[in-house]
């Protein structure tokens, strides 16, 4: 048993089977999507994520109904931070979120510490019994976690991005993704960026010309509810 699509898509159209595709919805967490979380309370617009709310709801709906596999990843820390890494560390210099909790120690259920409000999934997109969620402390969804073990168990060979950033963990993630021989599409519409709107471009950009395939929302719509 199969269902054979063929998605248009950039820079030609990729024909899979979606048994064998899993929808990969990244970080799309109070911390980083909801007026409160992180992101907001660090001066950072949120919009642009809330705006990709609606097609994420749909494409995971869709795609659910067709018997593919919803992931979702949950970047976090936990509640201790043993698991941020050493202090003197590349990714530990770099972190706004941990520049962030030293500064506002007040606010750090909302940021993403597991267990608190802002690590949570948003309630609009909230995984479903049979869904799996990979927990993640770096940017790559296959760095430190069982992510690429469960898509063998599975048998997935096609990924399908949606959530944010873009241009951080989505792009991370697709390019680990492309080393392991998995084949990454991105939605473009169900993405969002950090940072200026060319970080969103240059990933698409990215992706369409050497990682994978860029498509929309409604050319997978339209190719997952063709009979």
């Known amino acids: 048993m199969n269902e054979r699509r063929t998605i248009e898509a950039k820079p030609e159209p990729i024909a899979l089977d979606l048994l064998k595709a899993a929808l990969i919805v990244v970080d799309m967490q109070n911390a980083f999507v909801k007026k409160g979380g992180y992101l907001d309370l660090a001066g950072h617009d949120v919009s642009a994520t809330q705006k990709i709310i609606p097609p994420c709801q ?20 936990s509640p201790d931070l043993s698991d941020k890494g050493a202090p003197d560390s590349p990714s530990a210099l770099k972190s706004r979120v941990l520049n962030f909790i030293n500064q506002h120690p007040e606010a750090k259920d909302k940021v993403y510490i597991y267990g608190t409000w802002g690590a949570e999934i948003i309630e ?41 950033a873009t241009n951080i963990c989505v792009e991370s993630t697709i390019r680990h993704a492309f080393f392991l021989d998995y084949f990454p599409i991105l939605v473009s519409d169900a993405v969002s960026h950090m940072g200026p709107s060319v970080t969103q471009q240059a990933t698409i950009l990215n992706v369409q010309s050497t990682f994978g395939w860029v498509t929309t929302s409604d050319n997978l719509l339209q190719s997952v509810n063709h009979i």
């Open 58 to 77: 749909k494409l995971i709906a869709a795609l659910r109904s067709k018997g593919v596999k919803i992931i979702y990843f949950q970047m976090g820390y």
């Open 124 to 164: 609009e997109l909230k995984p479903r019994p049979g869904d799996i969620t990979i927990k993640k402390q770096r940017y790559d969804g296959f760095f430190g976690t069982n992510l690429d073990l469960t898509l063998k168990t599975l048998g997935i060979k096609y990924l399908f991005f949606i959530g944010t």
